[in-house]
């Protein structure tokens, strides 16, 4: 029997951040034109419904439970040049192909949330930039200003805002197309290998797998059995909830209940960067019904995580909170444990998602920022090694990644060298995965499942 949770009386009133310190937000240069852009943001129609998070967060219950798993992924800034059809279909073929690979290898559900349609704006841990003896803002993410190091391009524009939403409602309708319009049926599982590198050992193996899944669908229609579950595929789309003028101004209450809901995504998270307890960030999250997450570096202290259960998730409500821990290939084990105890210890209903990114960059000789594949995959181990010590759920895995096959992660199983970094290096902000590391990645995570 599903308990019923209801929800606490602040979720009433959204706007109280505004008085509270602000982290990480753009030094705008113009307060009257960003007045009048989020202004018109109100009016406009909520990019997602309440009704789709409030699915989400009967999902993400089931990832607190241990009944399910959540793969989420995707660039690590979106920019508006890369909202086209081929670069989001990649995109998207590259987290079914994992998904599919997770659940036919661990048979476990799998939960599907894209870093997608909102992650235009990045923190950053200087807020200048120097080149050549010149001094000027640093790049934030297209929602703030450009990337090319000129007066103009980094000047912090407002109007940018507009462009986020628009470029999100355009990403979303693709994605939804894609979604439910025949595309991710299960029996395309083949042709979503397509124009990927399929002779890499990940890609062979992927190939094989979609031969076993077409004989399973091919006896299941000889049986008569054709569920239509198999035809279409859930997607939700997430970001971090950073800009908090978007935000607030994307909010909108729900005509069923009368409760606030983000109106830009179905999941946001709260960054490292941003997540003091007396913080803006933090107080705006509490008063929205979205299921939410924090991301929790190695600094993260237990007190700190019990706390966010209790400003966060008042009613302890499941599904409503997630923990993303990113501490580092060398931090996780040792870290990770005290944080996991003590939560559960206090019976918080919580989900676990490991993000092995943000804890293993470093910079290669050659001036890029990167990460190894090996360092990746050594977070993860240690995720999962810490709750299947203490007997409790390692539910998900976060990860930055693409559906092209750049060079910005070194290793794998097609050994991407630092020498190569150069070749393809093309994210605006950090190292993604590629396909093929994304995927091998799949199928190393689905045996840690399986154990």
């Known amino acids: 029997m599903t308990t019923q949770h209801t929800p606490s009386p602040p979720y009433t009133t959204p706007e109280t951040w505004r008085a509270l310190p602000a982290a990480q937000q753009p030094q705008w240069p113009d307060p009257e034109l960003l007045r009048e852009v989020t202004d018109g943001l109100t009016r406009a129609p909520a990019l997602v419904f309440a009704e789709e998070c409030d699915r989400l967060r009967e999902r993400m219950a089931a990832v607190a439970r241990g009944e399910a798993f959540l793969l989420q992924g995707g660039d690590c800034a979106e920019t508006f040049a890369g909202v086209t059809a081929d670069a989001i279909n990649r995109k998207l073929r590259t987290l079914l ?196 997450a924090v991301k929790l570096g190695p600094d993260a202290t237990a007190d700190q995580a019990l706390a966010y259960t209790e400003k966060l998730n008042p009613t302890a409500e499941p599904g409503r909170l997630t923990f993303v821990v990113r501490m580092g290939a060398t931090a996780v084990t040792d870290r990770l444990p005290t944080l996991v105890e003590k939560v559960t210890a206090q019976a918080a209903p919580v989900a676990w998602v490991c993000d092995p990114m943000h804890g293993n960059t470093f910079e290669a000789p050659s001036g890029h920022k990167t990460r190894r594949f090996e360092d990746i995959l050594s977070e993860v181990e240690g995720f999962f090694a810490v709750h299947r010590a203490l007997g409790t759920h390692a539910g998900g895995i976060h990860v930055e990644l693409t559906g092209d096959d750049v060079t910005e992660c070194i290793g794998g199983g097609e050994e991407v060298q630092v020498a190569d970094l150069h070749r393809r290096y093309e994210t605006a902000c950090d190292p993604r995965l590629n396909h093929n590391q994304s995927l091998e990645l799949a199928f190393l995570v689905a045996q840690m499942l399986r154990a």
Not at 140 to 147: F, H, K, Q, Y
Not at 244 to 253: G, S
Not at 270 to 286: K, M, P, Q
Request: glycine share 10%.
């Open 97 to 292: 192909q994992m998904a599919v690979v997770l659940t036919h290898g661990a048979a476990v559900p799998v939960v599907k949330v894209g870093r997608i349609a909102g992650q235009y704006a990045k923190p950053r841990s200087r807020p200048t930039e120097t080149q050549g003896g010149v001094t000027l803002p640093v790049y934030r993410g297209d929602a703030v200003n450009g990337l090319a190091f000129t007066p103009a391009d980094r000047r912090p524009d407002p109007r940018r805002l507009r462009r986020m939403y628009e470029a999100s409602a355009a990403t979303l309708n693709l994605v939804r197309a894609f979604a439910t319009g025949g595309y991710a049926d299960l029996h395309q599982a083949h042709a979503w290998n397509r124009g990927f590198v399929s002779h890499s050992p990940a890609g062979r193996r992927y190939e094989e797998l979609a031969a076993e899944i077409d004989r399973s669908l091919r006896f299941m229609a000889a049986c008569g059995i054709d569920p239509q579950e198999l035809r279409a595929v859930e997607f939700f789309a997430g970001h971090e909830g950073l800009l908090l003028d978007y935000e607030a101004a994307l909010t909108r209450t729900d005509t069923r209940t009368g409760l606030p809901y983000a109106g830009s995504g179905h999941l946001l998270w709260i960054g490292e960067r941003t997540r003091g307890l007396d913080g803006a960030h933090v107080e705006y999250f509490s008063r929205i019904r979205n299921p939410i």
